[in-house]
């Protein structure tokens, strides 16, 4: 039964993947940039290796050892993060990720997971009709704008405790003052230098 286990998970999250394509109007044209590339996936935490592919209008999860388009090793933990492609430079500097091949593979993949917009009020439609559908997708809306509020609320505030309270980064400002006194200095020192070079001339 062991051995069957990620049989089933590859089959169980494709068919997953398969309903969310099928419920996103644009999902070719956003399967166009990763059409026929693969991506290998291993964690640290689990004996096997995933592979990602992509058709036309499909994404494909299975197993096998040949080698992909872009290779990621991690653990779970840092496996989270990878929706971001911005923090993909900053997980390898940490030696928390290691990429083999094409990281641009990496980044189109992770697009493609991001920007994938389900068309739930048409697939609740089917099973609610069209008038309930319609004000559960507007309070699902409502729901993920206001946690999205609350999310940046929550960052701003963890910046402004960081910069009032623990003092342990510079506002803009004050990064600011900070170039405009180190370019005072500098000119400052060369100042200096030229007047010292010209009393050992003299």
Request: net charge negative.
């Amino acid at each position: 039964m062991l051995n069957l286990l990620p049989q089933l998970l590859c089959a169980a999250f494709e068919k997953v993947l398969q309903k969310l394509l099928a419920m996103d109007p644009t999902s070719v044209q956003l399967l166009a940039p990763v059409q026929g590339k693969q991506l290998a996936l291993q964690l640290k935490e689990l004996p096997w290796r995933f592979v990602l592919s992509a058709s036309e209008r499909q994404l494909l999860l299975n197993q096998h050892l040949e080698q992909a388009d872009c290779e990621i090793s991690t653990d779970l933990t840092t496996a989270r993060q990878l929706a971001d492609p911005s923090q993909l430079t900053r997980l390898i500097k940490q030696d928390k990720l290691s990429i083999q091949g094409d990281l641009q593979v990496a980044q189109q993949f992770s697009q493609v997971l991001q920007q994938l917009d389900p068309d739930w009020q048409q697939e609740l439609s089917v099973w609610l009709g069209d008038a309930l559908a319609h004000k559960l997708a507007t309070a699902l809306r409502q729901v993920q704008q206001l946690l999205q509020h609350k999310l940046a609320e929550l960052q701003q505030q963890s910046v402004e405790l960081l910069q009032d309270e623990l003092q342990s980064t510079p506002s803009r400002a004050e990064f600011q003052q900070f170039q405009l006194s180190l370019t005072s200095v500098q000119t400052r020192l060369e100042q200096l230098s030229r007047q010292l070079k010209t009393l050992q001339e003299s």
